[in-house]
T-cell receptor
Framework: AQTVTQSQPEMSVQEAETVTLSCTYD???????LFWYKQPPSRQMILVIR??????QNATENRFSVNFQKAAKSFSLKISDSQLGDAAMYFC????????????FGKGTHLIIQP | GAGVSQSPRYKVAKRGQDVALRCDPI?????LFWYQQALGQGPEFLTY????????KSGLPSDRFFAERPEGSVSTLKIQRTQQEDSAVYLC????????????????FGDGTRLSIL
């Protein structure tokens, strides 16, 4: 079974600064997908960024980018120019390569943005 | 609608009662997933449908949990004889399924139903 570990229960960053959230995972599969989801107090899970394991290039979406280290099974999220609206719970998630499997989530990191 | 819709948003029930939670996925989405999110935790997979077929129910915690999607669109998660440990947020997600071919499509989540068992 796959596992996802987020070792930072809470992180704090000053507005406009950069913050990195950590995620490691364990799997014996070679084909899989990794995701970062944001969950504000409204509870809706919002997809932030995703990475296909077969792609060596790190995914980027505007201020959000990942550092994907396949050999180390590490998938960190970097948020640049942090904004107040970035405050939320962030979950790292894993999905097997079939594409129609349930996601395996980490326990989440609570991100606080200080004005 | 444009997104995944779940109802009710909040549900309070007494221990031992049966509850039913509804999920209306994005139109045209073939795959539908249910997750359970305990307080302070990440969501945990419960079950997966492709159209009306329940292809994976390995995450259902007990036989008190039952899910259906009879016409391949709206899904209902039913919990019988509720217990306090069933208190959680229940999230539904849907995705386009290209039959396992081509690129994976991400799951789109609803706002969830917060279930409280007294």
């Amino acid at each position: 079974a796959q596992t996802v570990t987020q070792s930072q229960p809470e992180m704090s960053v000053q507005e406009a600064e950069t913050v990195t959230l950590s995620c490691t995972y364990d799997t014996s599969e070679s084909d899989y997908y990794l995701f970062w989801y944001k969950q504000p107090p409204s509870r809706q899970m919002i997809l932030v960024i995703r990475q296909e394991a077969y792609k060596q290039q790190n995914a980027t979406e505007n201020r959000f980018s990942v550092n994907f280290q396949k050999a180390a099974k590490s998938f960190s999220l970097k948020i640049s120019d942090s904004q107040l609206g970035d405050a939320a719970m962030y979950f790292c998630a894993y999905q097997s390569g079939g594409g129609a499997d349930g996601l395996t989530f980490g326990k989440g990191t609570h991100l606080i943005i200080q004005p | 609608g444009a997104g995944v819709s779940q109802s009710p948003r909040y549900k309070v029930a007494k221990r031992g009662q049966d509850v039913a939670l509804r999920c209306d996925p994005i139109s045209g989405h073939v795959s539908l997933f249910w997750y359970q999110q305990a307080l302070g935790q990440g969501p945990e997979f419960l079950t997966y449908f492709q159209n009306e077929a329940q292809l994976d129910k390995s995450g259902l915690p007990s036989d008190r949990f039952f899910a259906e999607r009879p016409e391949g669109s709206v899904s209902t998660l039913k919990i019988q004889r509720t217990q306090q440990e069933d208190s959680a947020v229940y999230l539904c997600a849907s995705s386009v399924d290209r039959g396992g071919v081509l690129m994976n499509q991400p799951q789109h989540f609803g706002d969830g139903t917060r279930l409280s068992i007294l």
